[in-house]
């Protein structure tokens, strides 16, 4: 490794030191530059909740357009190009990542703002979701829902955005408050332009208080500065400034007095919240009793029909045990229909009483009507058949031995 000396000055010609020089700078820059940001960001925010507490926050707002332009400046910071067919990187504005990550919030804005006929810019539409944000009170939740989807996230960014790094959760609890404001926005404003680039103020921001240990205030200082440089001009009896406590006192007093303004608004709001919350629980918890007393009432409902199902079923099983009992005795009296034999007939006669006997007490369906019928009618046949044979018929043995008939 060598070495160059010009006018007394070290110049080292070794590229190793260099490149690792280089990379700490860059890591040194980036490392306060999002911290400036951030520390930017919530200053913003403290003077939009101050400004708030005497007037309306609209677009003619300083602490508004301010605010905006920080918030802006932080979803940008990073953000990756878009790579084209050609291989040509072009810059897109980060409401491509808000439309992305952001979809999974309930009821969100996002079709509303891609439906917006005066916005066409993407870096209008950007600016228009901030607005209509804070108006619906969700701009934390989107904030947090899209640094949730770290994937998408990684996808948009490069390494060492705000949005990757440990202070996107400071971001999210820093907007947190902004929900106590109500913001009135007109979508139509000159602020939407998507031309110009958002442009950081940080006047309000920078603030130099003067020590009891300083040699000079800052009256001598400029006089000091804006004299011609000659002896006379310089003070002979310089000392420590005399501070007027009174007016010490007095700043301190507005300060404390616009922190406890903050702290009740903030106040009313969670209690408002609270009772919102309080309010839906309770309607959540007798909407399951509701539903627990269907449950329970289908339940019984379903225990009673099985019940009569099952004593349905045990009820016709005892029918047709008796049918099948019918049904063998109606056999067993179509085998003795085939006799004509007296005892026959009185057998059958004795089943068809067997038979009644079995159909007292139950139902007379249809089947058991033509069951019955049809035993009745073969007991009268028998019958009849019983009484021509008997009655009408003659022997032709009792015809030839009788003495009237026989022959001379």
Same mark, same amino acid.
């Given at each position: 490794?060598?070495?160059?000396?010009?006018?007394?000055?070290?110049?080292?010609?070794?590229?190793?030191?260099?490149?690792?020089?280089?990379?700490?700078?860059?890591?040194?820059?980036?490392?306060?530059?999002?911290?400036?940001?951030?520390?930017?960001?919530?200053?913003?925010? &403290?003077?939009?909740?101050?400004?708030?507490?005497?007037?309306?926050?609209? !677009?003619?707002?300083?602490?508004?357009?301010? #605010?905006?332009?920080?918030?802006?400046?932080?979803?940008?910071?990073?953000?990756?190009?878009?790579?084209?067919?050609?291989?040509?990187?072009?810059?897109?504005?980060?409401?491509?990542?808000?439309?992305?990550?952001?979809?999974?919030?309930?009821?969100?804005?996002?079709?509303?703002?891609?439906?917006?006929?005066?916005?066409?810019?993407?870096?209008?539409?950007?600016?228009?979701?901030?607005?209509?944000?804070?108006?619906?009170?969700?701009?934390?939740?989107?904030?947090?829902?899209?640094?949730?989807? #770290?994937?998408?996230?990684?996808?948009?960014?490069?390494?060492?955005?705000?949005?990757?790094?440990?202070?996107?959760?400071?971001?999210?609890?820093?907007?947190?408050?902004?929900?106590?404001?109500?913001?009135?926005?007109?979508?139509?404003?000159?602020?939407?332009?998507?031309?110009?680039?958002?442009?950081? !103020?940080?006047?309000?921001?920078?603030?130099? $208080?003067?020590?009891?240990?300083?040699?000079?205030?800052?009256?001598?200082?400029?006089? $000091?500065?804006?004299?011609?440089?000659?002896?006379?001009?310089?003070?002979?009896?310089?000392?420590?400034?005399?501070?007027?406590?009174?007016?010490?006192? #007095?700043?301190?007093?507005?300060?404390? &007095?616009?922190?406890?303004?903050?702290?009740?608004?903030?106040?009313?709001?969670?209690?408002?919240?609270?009772?919102?919350?309080?309010?839906?629980?309770?309607?959540?918890?007798?909407?399951?009793?509701?539903?627990?007393?269907?449950?329970?009432? %289908?339940?019984?409902?379903? &225990?009673?029909? &099985?019940?009569?199902?099952?004593?349905?079923?045990?009820?016709?099983?005892?029918?047709?045990?008796? #049918?099948? %009992?019918?049904?063998?005795?109606?056999?067993?009296?179509?085998?003795?229909?085939?006799?004509?034999?007296?005892?026959?007939?009185?057998?059958?006669?004795?089943?068809? !009483?067997?038979?009644?006997?079995?159909?007292?007490?139950?139902?007379?369906?249809?089947?058991?009507?033509?069951?019955?019928?049809?035993?009745?009618?073969?007991?009268?046949?028998?019958?009849?058949?019983?009484?021509? %044979?008997?009655?009408?018929?003659?022997?032709?043995?009792?015809?030839?031995?009788?003495?009237?008939?026989?022959?001379?």
């Amino acid at each position: 490794m060598a070495s160059l000396s010009l006018g007394g000055l070290s110049v080292n010609r070794g590229g190793g030191g260099s490149s690792s020089c280089k990379k700490s700078l860059n890591a040194r820059n980036a490392a306060v530059e999002r911290r400036n940001l951030i520390t930017v960001c919530r200053f913003s925010v &403290k003077t939009l909740i101050d400004r708030s507490c005497f007037e309306t926050i609209d !677009d003619s707002s300083p602490e508004f357009n301010n #605010f905006a332009a920080i918030l802006e400046q932080i979803l940008s910071h990073r953000l990756k190009g878009q790579v084209t067919w050609f291989g040509y990187e072009s810059p897109r504005s980060f409401w491509d990542y808000i439309r992305v990550a952001c979809r999974k919030v309930s009821q969100n804005c996002i079709c509303s703002i891609e439906n917006m006929e005066n916005v066409s810019s993407s870096r209008a539409k950007g600016r228009a979701w901030i607005r209509v944000a804070l108006m619906e009170k969700h701009l934390s939740e989107y904030i947090s829902t899209a640094l949730r989807d #770290f994937k998408t996230t990684r996808r948009f960014y490069e390494d060492g955005a705000i949005v990757l790094g440990e202070e996107a959760n400071m971001l999210a609890g820093m907007l947190l408050g902004l929900n106590a404001i109500d913001f009135s926005f007109c979508l139509k404003g000159e602020g939407l332009d998507g031309n110009f680039p958002a442009v950081i !103020d940080y006047t309000p921001y920078l603030k130099f $208080t003067q020590s009891s240990d300083s040699i000079s205030s800052d009256e001598e200082e400029l006089r $000091t500065l804006g004299s011609s440089g000659s002896e006379s001009s310089t003070p002979e009896n310089i000392g420590p400034p005399f501070i007027m406590d009174e007016n010490s006192w #007095f700043n301190k007093c507005k300060r404390v &007095k616009q922190k406890y303004q903050l702290t009740l608004e903030q106040k009313g709001y969670l209690e408002e919240l609270l009772r919102l919350r309080e309010n839906q629980l309770a309607e959540s918890v007798s909407q399951n009793k509701l539903l627990l007393q269907r449950i329970e009432d %289908s339940d019984l409902t379903h &225990k009673l029909e &099985k019940e009569q199902l099952e004593y349905i079923i045990v009820e016709l099983q005892d029918q047709l045990k008796s #049918f099948q %009992s019918l049904d063998q005795l109606s056999a067993e009296v179509s085998l003795s229909q085939t006799s004509l034999d007296p005892a026959h007939s009185q057998d059958g006669d004795g089943k068809q !009483d067997m038979l009644n006997l079995l159909n007292e007490g139950k139902e007379d369906t249809p089947s058991l009507l033509g069951l019955c019928g049809s035993l009745t009618s073969v007991a009268s046949y028998k019958s009849l058949t019983s009484l021509k %044979s008997s009655d009408y018929l003659a022997s032709p043995t009792t015809e030839m031995t009788s003495p009237g008939l026989t022959p001379s």
